[in-house]
């Protein structure tokens, strides 16, 4: 069966920058994620793994950095997988021992993460809901993270540092990956485009991808570097750790506007690691 490419999918027909509050970006990018699954899965999923956790394009791997805390750590370790998409890394630490949850938006990135679990032999529990309104209970996990997932494209990204917070038990630790701040400035080409910077790292209007009535059919939101930290702290938690990785020799794939030649001159990705105190 041809499934058709999320361009075509919503109707995109064209780019709108303007401001986009918190139901339209859901909305949108629900069904965004929803027709691009396919297309994502088929062009991503080898380099993501089916139990791999990959931090970035640059293909930090969390089985080095151990960012989330040691190999024993997780053993046990109840683990919230914010924006898990098809759950590669809520199966990575399923094999580790821990007790992950997959949470994400799009049932078309779910419908993925429960073909690979049956594929793998590694089930693991989905829930299909946004980042912002988490349904959990206070204290209800050891560990929470994403890996480029959510946090991008919600229109309050402090609700969801706060939501976490909240579901994180005293002492848990949180750990996200986000598109670096400073590439917002740069078009997202991959080539020699990609290197003249084209708007302000401080503006912070949305990328909006519209239909022919002018609805957003996609939403990413720019916060700086300086946001990100803010709504950390403003959620009560710490930031004990700033990754920003370095491109890996002999890395020759390219991502999207990821490549080789950008990630030699400028950071493609940001990782924040922080803990709720306990």
Not at 162 to 187: C, D, I, K, Q, T
Not at 248 to 256: Q, R, S, V
Request: contains cysteine; glycine residues 12%; negative net charge.
């Amino acid at each position: 069966m041809e499934h058709a490419a999320a361009e075509q999918a919503p109707g995109t027909g064209g780019v709108r920058p303007g401001p986009v509050g918190a139901r339209d970006s859901v909305r949108a990018n629900r069904a965004w994620w929803d027709a691009d699954a396919d297309d994502y899965q088929a062009e991503h999923g080898d380099f993501l793994g089916a139990a791999d956790f990959v931090w970035c394009p640059e293909a930090l791997r969390e089985a080095d950095a151990r960012l989330l805390g040691p190999a024993e750590a997780l053993r046990g370790a109840r683990v919230l997988e914010v924006g898990c998409g098809a759950a590669s890394c809520s199966r990575w630490l399923a094999g580790q021992g821990a007790l992950p949850v997959g949470l994400d938006l799009s049932g078309g990135m779910l419908r993925h993460a429960r073909a690979l679990a049956e594929a793998t032999g590694v089930p693991v529990p989905l829930v299909q809901a946004g980042a912002e309104q988490l349904p959990f209970a206070d204290a209800s996990f050891d560990l929470a993270c994403s890996a480029f997932g959510a946090v991008p494209f919600v229109a309050e990204p402090a609700a969801v540092m706060a939501e976490v917070a909240r579901v994180l038990r005293p002492g848990g630790r949180w750990v996200f990956a986000v598109m670096h701040p400073m590439r917002w400035m740069f078009p997202d080409d991959p080539g020699e485009a990609g290197l003249t910077v084209f708007v302000s790292y401080f503006d912070r209007t949305p990328y909006v991808e519209v239909d022919s009535t002018g609805r957003p059919t996609y939403v990413e939101h720019h916060r700086t570097l300086g946001d990100r930290i803010r709504d950390v702290v403003a959620a009560g938690l710490v930031l004990t750790d700033l990754v920003e990785p370095e491109w890996p020799e002999g890395l020759t794939d390219t991502w999207g506007q990821w490549s080789p030649l950008r990630g030699a001159l400028y950071p493609g990705t940001a990782i924040l690691c922080c803990d709720k105190p306990g």
